[in-house]
């Protein structure tokens, strides 16, 4: 599948009234059509951004200061037009670049895997096109990959879940195999194991939210996104009109301490409908009733943890692993939607998509069978049952 990107239009309105009020309205019709739109404005008299969250906006150096721009003269307007000539250049030379670049990297990246259907060349753990590869990561990826030399291996997933694959590794590599998961149900105990403080207020404010309107925002324990990501991801979620729990873990934006650099204005559009932790209970909050929907990067405990609460996703995979789980979350179980791009657009409808539409209830149908499965592999003569047996004999039988 090509990602569809969306066509960018650069719009550049005079700073006066009359010029900027029909220049913005063209900008949300182009906008509802599919266009990305850029304002590219002056210093002077600045558009309100936090009006237009569906927009992004380029501000170029005018060089007015001090000029009384009442009644603008001739003379005044030829120099706005000299003084921001540059800046609108370079901005143009940029963002034509970096739209080559991705069209470049798409073009291979998204190219199938042989023999490894769902998986795409820009799913897998680690760079196969780029052969720059650090020695140090390839030495890593060798040593994680180094099955063959384990008397036998112990595996978070479940049998019913992923027999054929598992059946694959324990061909290749020909040593025992014990497949007992999901851990964090199997284990008796309950007792937290976070490492950062929990922020439980949430669930105050889950209590007070809609059976299944909720959704669950958080992208684990290690990645780190920028600026820019924050932003879209913020109107995103602004613009779809859904109540959400957003976890934006502390150093977790590039740059910045916490959530700084969220947009002016954000906050009082939300109101109530949202709320940001730093760090939540997520297992807690994946099994309230409020949550509908589960907005993740696909690390392997909060995809088994959102399985196991029939939590639908939307698959938003960095790094590592991530890719692969969210190919087979949205290709081949069809439990999640695959986020095709960090854009608030795209983050607005997928979110609809999820929370409101019928593709959404039949991903949750989906997602409920599923769970049905894992349950039954945890019963007494069920799969990971039988394997935590097997495994329990095994490490008995081994010489002391
Ligand atoms: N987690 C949590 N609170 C949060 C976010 C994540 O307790 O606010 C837990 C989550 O339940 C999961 C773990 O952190 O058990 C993240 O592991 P995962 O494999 O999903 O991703 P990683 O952090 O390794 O990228």
């Not at 979350?329 to 983050?347: D, F, H, N, W």
């Amino acid at each position: 599948m090509k990602v569809q990107k969306r066509r960018s239009v650069v719009l550049v309105p005079y700073p006066f009234q009359g010029h900027l009020t029909p220049m913005l309205q063209l900008g949300s019709i182009l906008h509802s059509q599919g266009f990305s739109v850029v304002v590219a404005h002056t210093e002077f008299n600045a558009p309100d951004y936090s009006n237009h969250p569906e927009f992004i906006f380029h501000s170029m150096n005018d060089g007015l200061q001090g000029i009384d721009m009442s009644m603008p003269s001739l003379e005044n307007m030829y120099d706005l037009n000299e003084n921001c000539k540059t800046s609108l250049k370079n901005y143009l030379v940029s963002m034509m670049e970096e739209e080559e670049e991705e069209e470049f990297q798409d073009s291979q990246l998204l190219d199938p895997l042989p023999e490894l259907h769902p998986l795409r060349f820009k799913d897998v753990p680690f760079p196969v096109i780029d052969n720059t590869v650090p020695e140090p990561i390839l030495e890593f990826c060798r040593a994680m990959s180094n099955i063959g030399s384990s008397v036998a291996t112990i595996w978070n997933t479940m049998e019913n879940l992923e027999n054929s694959l598992l059946l694959r590794v324990q061909e290749h590599y020909k040593v025992p195999f014990f497949p007992i998961g999901p851990l964090h149900k199997m284990a008796p105990s309950t007792s937290s194991t976070s490492l950062l403080e929990e922020d439980g207020s949430c669930m105050e404010w889950l209590d007070r939210q809609a059976p299944n309107s909720v959704l669950y925002v958080s992208l684990g324990s290690l990645v780190k996104i920028d600026d820019k990501e924050l932003i879209e991801t913020a109107w995103g979620l602004a613009n779809s009109e859904q109540p959400f729990l957003w976890v934006v873990r502390l150093g977790s934006v590039s740059g910045f301490q916490w959530s700084e650099a969220l947009p002016e204005g954000f906050e009082k559009t939300i109101g109530e409908r949202g709320r940001i932790v730093k760090w939540a209970q997520q297992k807690q909050v994946l099994a309230h009733p409020a949550v509908g929907g589960f907005f993740t990067h696909c690390g392997w405990n909060s995809t088994l943890e959102s399985i196991c609460e029939e939590v639908p996703m939307i698959c938003r995979p960095i790094l590592a692993d991530q890719p692969v789980n969210a190919r087979y979350l949205s290709q081949i179980y069809k439990v999640g939607l695959e986020l095709e791009a960090a854009e608030r657009s795209v983050i607005e409808k997928t979110v609809r998509k999820l929370m409101l539409s019928e593709e959404g209830k039949d991903l949750k149908k989906r997602i409920v069978d599923m769970k049905q499965k894992i349950v039954t592999g945890m019963q007494i003569d069920g799969s990971s049952h039988k394997n935590l047996n097997d495994l329990e004999h095994f490490i008995s039988s081994l010489p002391s």
